[in-house]
């Protein structure tokens, strides 16, 4: 069993930043790949990044690269989110997963366990 407990969540005015941080427990977290998601009210919950266990690879969804960040601690058992430029758009519930692999994934099908989202909310 993995816990997953995000924060760094808020209000931000468009164009502004924000860090979120995810601290996992119950599992050998360097073999465990992590990943981001975000659902937004009336849609379906997307990706937004995932990292391998090692922290060596890392990939995103086409629309945010370049202004979000994924990046993990392994010594801190925490992975983060940073968000720059940040959009009306990125308004959204971010949730943080964990895969029972090293290996990411960007489905959110092949994430066993889910923290329970911190909120963004990026006003205009």
């Known amino acids: 069993q993995v816990q997953l407990v995000e924060s760094g969540g808020g209000l931000v005015q468009a164009g502004g930043s924000l860090r979120l941080s995810c601290v996992a427990s119950g599992r050998t977290f360097s073999r465990t790949a992590m990943g981001w998601f975000r659902q937004a009210p009336g849609k379906e919950r997307e990706f937004v990044a995932a990292?391998?266990?090692?922290?060596?690879?890392?990939t995103y969804a086409d629309s945010l690269k370049g202004r979000f960040t994924i990046s993990r601690d392994n010594a801190k058992n925490t992975v983060y989110l940073e968000m720059n430029s940040l959009k009306p758009e990125d308004t959204a519930v971010y949730y943080c997963?964990?895969?029972?692999?090293?290996?990411?994934?960007?489905?959110?099908?092949?994430?066993?366990?889910w923290g329970q989202g911190t909120q963004v909310t990026v006003s205009s």
């Open positions: 990292i391998r266990g090692s922290g060596g690879s890392t």
């Open positions: 997963a964990a895969r029972a692999g090293s290996d990411y994934s960007t489905e959110i099908y092949e994430y066993n366990y």
